[in-house]
């Protein structure tokens, strides 16, 4: 018999230790330690990078039913003084995958408790890379080369700003699909006394963001919705006597449907030919830190809601996505699956801010949640 775990103390030490994306090695080796208390019928290392899978395969006929959470931490300083916190400079949990992991260790911990009683394939998976898009895709990569099966994928996220312990959801759309892109302006160096000899990217620089606004779809309501964010514009050095001849534009994009993402995409590129020709300068385009469209399927919706009232909690359905993006969107393209949100509390700090930290009320929450999710889903299947 397992020793009780001491979940906020597991959750503490996570944010300890945090990592950025495709960089969490101790933390990989933190969770794999406590996988290998369970007597899972497999564990694989090296999952879409550093993540890890963990499968329990019932003797019972049942469904295969995934559950994510994340490693990664984020490129952010921490301005907390509380004893947790983060020990690696300029870098810290500050959107709560340290409590995600803490969920789920916790879940597993109930689901052995139970585990005569489990049917099917049941999957634990602790991604790598979600907070730049890479995990999610690389780690799909690696399920088929397991030749893995899975009918339902389920994950969840706290949100701060909503009531705490309430269940957030609905179907189709439940988070952005958001894209990063790099324009670099290659143009002409002169002297500043004569800038006509050269090719200045001021003015192309000038068009781009003015076409750019113009495709601002801010109505949330509009299934056409899309924001550009502008991130960085860079030009020329400070050095008077010089006329740039070189720039850089960052945006981030966010829309509500692939579809939409896809068409703005043609229009970047269709801006950026028509500019470079009538400023003559040469634009190159990059697209980075790519999140797809989370689709919450009907029936795992239904599952969420159904566990949501076993737990007794209040559940909401949201009118609107969430506007952050997230990368569970690339399991909901593959996989029947969902995505909801745990009400983290109305007034604490907002995700990705430096003074957040995980609400470790939510640790127990969640794992209900989970239990209950698994639980209806073998039930519907019996």
């Not at 999610?136 to 399920?143: G, N, R």
């Not at 010089?242 to 970047?268: D, F, M, P």
Request: aromatic share 10%; proline share 4%; hydrophobic share 35%.
């Amino acid at each position: 018999m397992i020793k009780k775990l001491d979940l906020r103390k597991i959750r503490k030490e996570l944010h300890q230790i945090a990592e950025v994306s495709e960089k969490e090695i101790k933390t990989s080796e933190y969770i794999y330690k406590l996988l290998s208390l369970f007597r899972f019928t497999e564990i694989h290392k090296n999952i879409g990078g550093n993540g890890i899978l963990a499968i329990f395969k019932s003797p019972n006929d049942g469904p295969n039913c995934l559950f994510r959470a994340e490693l990664d931490a984020l490129p952010i300083e921490e301005i907390n003084t509380f004893e947790h916190k983060s020990l690696q400079t300029e870098v810290s949990h500050k959107c709560g995958h340290d409590g995600h992991m803490t969920i789920l260790v916790g879940f597993i911990e109930r689901f052995f408790t139970n585990i005569d009683q489990q049917s099917g394939s049941t999957m634990f998976l602790f991604q790598p890379a979600e907070e730049n898009g890479v995990g999610a895709k690389s780690a799909i990569q690696d399920f088929k080369k397991l030749n893995l099966k899975i009918d339902y994928a389920f994950a969840l996220h706290n949100i701060p700003g909503f009531e705490k312990h309430q269940v957030y959801c609905k179907e189709n759309e439940i988070t952005p699909a958001v894209f990063s892109v790099i324009l670099k302006l290659y143009g002409k160096t002169a002297h500043a006394a004569e800038p006509e000899n050269g090719i200045n990217p001021s003015l192309a620089i000038s068009d781009l963001i003015k076409d750019f606004d113009a495709l601002n779809q801010p109505n949330q309501n509009d299934t056409k919705f899309t924001i550009f964010t502008p991130i960085h514009i860079e030009m020329g050095e400070i050095a008077y006597g010089i006329s740039a001849g070189y720039g850089e534009v960052h945006y981030t994009v966010r829309c509500w449907t692939n579809t939409q993402l896809e068409y703005i995409k043609q229009k970047i590129e269709l801006i950026s030919e028509r500019i470079s020709k009538s400023r003559e300068i040469s634009i190159s385009l990059s697209y980075l830190e790519e999140f797809k469209s989370n689709q919450n399927n009907k029936i795992c919706v239904q599952l969420i809601k159904e566990a949501t009232l076993a737990s007794n909690l209040n559940y909401n359905e949201l009118s609107n996505p969430f506007k952050w993006g997230e990368d569970f969107g690339v399991f909901t393209e593959n996989y029947k699956g969902a995505l909801f949100g745990l009400g983290a509390g109305l007034n604490i700090p907002t995700l990705h801010n430096p003074d957040y930290d995980f609400p470790e009320e939510l640790i127990e929450t969640g794992i209900q949640l989970f239990n209950e999710i698994l639980s209806k889903t073998q039930n519907k299947h019996s």
